[in-house]
């Protein structure tokens, strides 16, 4: 975990994991982001504090209320907690079809971390194997209940 910097979560929707317990345990050094929908097709981030104004975007999630000039690049943040469908051993992420995430952090195709991506999820949603595509993201690691599982590097 980041000791500063900004790190990022989401707003828990359709039985997603909810962060708001971690995010209110985040020491004062870190400023905690949820992302917002950019026209581009990539995610921002803004910070935001618990009882911040919130609007709805167009698939019924809440995002803060900020001007589009506060936003924050994905390349800012030092950890992001994705939410995500399934998953499998290996850290791959089945999302739910958008591709935003992978969009937003294609830039990790060629550069390590940071920002460090972990997805949120419970055991349940482990899958055998998800299909990998070459535009898809892998995670350094998945939190469950039960375990926490690392991506392998690869040589």
């Not at 980041?2 to 989401?10: D, E, K, L, R």
Request: charged share 20%; with cysteine; hydrophobic share 45%.
């Amino acid at each position: 975990m980041p000791t500063s910097g900004f790190v990022a979560g989401y707003w828990a929707v359709d039985g997603e994991i909810g962060l708001h317990a971690w995010q209110l345990r985040l020491p004062p050094t870190l400023d905690y982001c949820l992302p917002v929908l950019h026209q581009d097709g990539r995610l921002r981030f803004a910070p935001w504090k618990a009882g911040g104004a919130l609007v709805t975007n167009r698939h019924g999630i809440p995002e803060p209320d900020v001007e589009a000039d506060t936003l924050l690049e994905p390349e800012r943040m030092s950890l992001v907690v994705l939410p995500l469908a399934g998953f499998d051993a290996r850290c791959h992420r089945l999302g739910m079809g958008g591709g935003w995430y992978d969009r937003s952090f294609a830039f990790r195709q060629s550069q390590p971390a940071p920002p460090w991506l972990v997805g949120a999820a419970f055991a349940i949603q482990q899958l055998d194997h998800v299909e990998s595509q070459d535009w898809d993201v892998t995670l350094d690691a998945v939190c469950c209940e039960n375990a926490t599982h690392i991506a392998k590097a690869t040589a």
